[in-house]
């Protein structure tokens, strides 16, 4: 079991999109490019400049493109909180983590019509603004850096919290997972 108190938090904001006719993905509005090398074998020749963390600032209007490597440390307990908030959350998506199964903590959802089930908003749980007053313009926004709106939000961790190696990420939602990180590697 992870701790109940994570070591260390990630929020990761998913986003999917098309620019110039080809469907382009994104994380924290930064858009993934290979490293030049395998990260596992043949890091060391790697142009560390290309690398960028789910933290770091990205100031470039249409999105950075960057490695994303979290450098998480051996044996901590890690929170990742996945989100598809903002403009761009039209999109269920399955996810997996590699190497691990991970503890199910909540699954928020997007504002749905009761009517037909479309999705009208985004979860109203997070916010993408340093005082948190998007309330209005969330779904416009590209949400690089989300967070919940409330800084008291807890997760209760038993035994009996679901863990899978496989979970769906809701369009306009969120997920939070939480694990130990035991098998290291990239």
Do not use: W
């Given at each position: 079991?992870?701790?109940?108190?994570?070591?260390?938090?990630?929020?990761?904001?998913?986003?999917?999109?098309?620019?110039?006719?080809?469907?382009?993905?994104?994380?924290?509005?930064?858009?993934?490019?290979?490293?030049?090398?395998?990260?596992?074998?043949l890091?060391?020749?790697?142009?560390?400049?290309?690398?960028?963390?789910?933290?770091?600032?990205?100031?470039?209007?249409?999105?950075?493109?960057?490695?994303?490597?979290?450098?998480?440390?051996?044996?901590?307990?890690?929170?990742?909180?996945?989100?598809?908030?903002?403009?761009?959350?039209?999109?269920?998506?399955?996810?997996?983590?590699?190497?691990?199964?991970?503890?199910?903590?909540?699954?928020?959802?997007?504002?749905?019509?009761?009517?037909n089930?479309?999705?009208?908003?985004?979860?109203?749980?997070?916010?993408?603004?340093?005082?948190?007053?998007?309330?209005?313009?969330?779904?416009?926004?590209?949400?690089?850096?989300?967070?919940?709106r409330?800084?008291?939000?807890?997760?209760?961790?038993?035994?009996?919290?679901?863990?899978?190696?496989?979970f769906?990420?809701?369009?306009?939602?969120?997920?939070?997972?939480?694990?130990?990180?035991?098998n290291?590697?990239?």
């Amino acid at each position: 079991m992870p701790n109940t108190t994570p070591d260390i938090t990630y929020f990761l904001n998913m986003a999917g999109f098309v620019s110039f006719m080809k469907p382009i993905s994104s994380i924290n509005d930064k858009n993934f490019i290979f490293p030049s090398y395998p990260l596992t074998t043949l890091n060391e020749k790697n142009d560390k400049d290309s690398f960028c963390d789910a933290n770091s600032e990205c100031t470039d209007a249409v999105g950075c493109k960057c490695t994303t490597v979290m450098d998480i440390g051996d044996n901590v307990t890690v929170r990742l909180v996945i989100s598809t908030v903002g403009e761009e959350r039209n999109s269920t998506h399955p996810m997996h983590i590699h190497g691990h199964s991970v503890h199910v903590m909540k699954v928020g959802y997007g504002q749905y019509s009761s009517e037909n089930g479309s999705l009208l908003g985004s979860s109203r749980d997070l916010t993408c603004r340093d005082d948190g007053n998007d309330r209005d313009i969330l779904d416009k926004m590209r949400c690089p850096k989300p967070r919940f709106r409330s800084s008291n939000t807890t997760f209760p961790l038993d035994p009996f919290t679901v863990r899978k190696d496989t979970f769906v990420l809701p369009a306009g939602g969120y997920v939070v997972v939480q694990f130990r990180s035991n098998n290291p590697g990239y």
